[in-house]
């Protein structure tokens, strides 16, 4: 078994935080007082979008390595978590549009 380069576990360390991000903003913003712009929308969706380029990055790192194998084992999750994560994300930042908007 060969070992996970550094670059790779970066880039879905990367990932993760910037998803975790994605979904904190809507969520935080539904419960502060007042009324709010698009700004916290567009930074959530903007920070969506930047996970999903890191796991592009690391598709890309493991096909440089020639790691298919490990590209195969993986595309069918991230695929299924990125249209999940999407969705949820389109979701929170629907409501908080109706209910801060």
């Known amino acids: 078994m060969k070992a996970v380069p550094d670059k790779i576990i970066i880039f879905n360390v990367i990932s993760i935080v910037l998803g975790i991000g994605a979904l904190a903003i809507p969520v935080v913003v539904t419960f502060k ?3 709010c712009s698009c700004r916290p929308c567009v930074l ?5 979008i930047l996970a999903l ?3 592009f990055f690391q598709i890309a790192e493991r096909a440089e390595l020639q790691d298919w ?7 069918d999750a991230v695929s299924f978590i990125a249209v999940v994560f999407a969705a949820v994300i389109i979701s929170l930042n629907v409501i ?4 801060k908007g």
Request: proline share 0%; net charge positive; glycine share 10%.
């Open 69 to 75: 194998a490990g590209i195969a084992d993986t595309i």
């Open 53 to 55: 380029v890191f796991q």
């Open 44 to 48: 959530s969706l903007s920070t969506y």
């Open 33 to 35: 007082k007042g009324r």
């Open 96 to 99: 908080l549009i109706k209910i």
